[in-house]
């Protein structure tokens, strides 16, 4: 069973940039496909980004597009999320989770799909 740990959260200035990192242990990171999720006060939880096992696909959410990169280093089997241009929408509770199957075009998403959570880092972003 993999273990995930979230961090790099904090408190950042709107346009401001901050960087997530979820690091695995128990089992190496690259068997699986990473996604990245995140919860609002009083809102569901949101797909944000997913990066497949080879790094060879992303997807991200509409509101996150050239603001957000994902990114993985199998070395340190760490999974980033470069979070630019901050803004007032933005804070949430982040979580990463992964997968084993090739997160698609109409699932990578699907909190359903991941089968194994962090417990997440929270992001705020204020004046």
């Known amino acids: 069973q993999v273990q995930l740990v979230e961090s790099g959260g904090g408190l950042v200035q709107p346009g401001g940039s901050l960087r997530l990192s979820c690091a695995a242990s128990?089992?190496?990171?690259?068997?699986?496909?990473v996604g990245w999720f995140r919860q609002a006060p009083g809102k569901g939880r949101e797909g944000i980004s997913s990066?497949?096992?080879?790094?060879?696909?992303?997807h991200n959410a509409g509101p996150v597009k050239g603001r957000f990169t994902i990114s993985r280093d199998s070395a340190k089997s760490t999974v980033f999320l470069q979070m630019n241009s901050l803004k007032p929408d933005d804070p949430a509770t982040y979580s990463c989770?992964?997968?084993?199957?090739?997160?698609?075009?109409?699932?990578?998403?699907?909190?359903?799909?991941?089968?194994?959570w962090g417990q997440g880092t929270q992001v705020t972003v204020s004046p």
């Open positions: 989770a992964v997968r084993t199957s090739m997160p698609g075009a109409s699932d990578w998403w699907d909190e359903e799909l991941y089968a194994y």
């Open positions: 990066i497949s096992k080879s790094a060879g696909r992303t």
């Open positions: 128990g089992h190496a990171l690259d068997a699986y496909a």
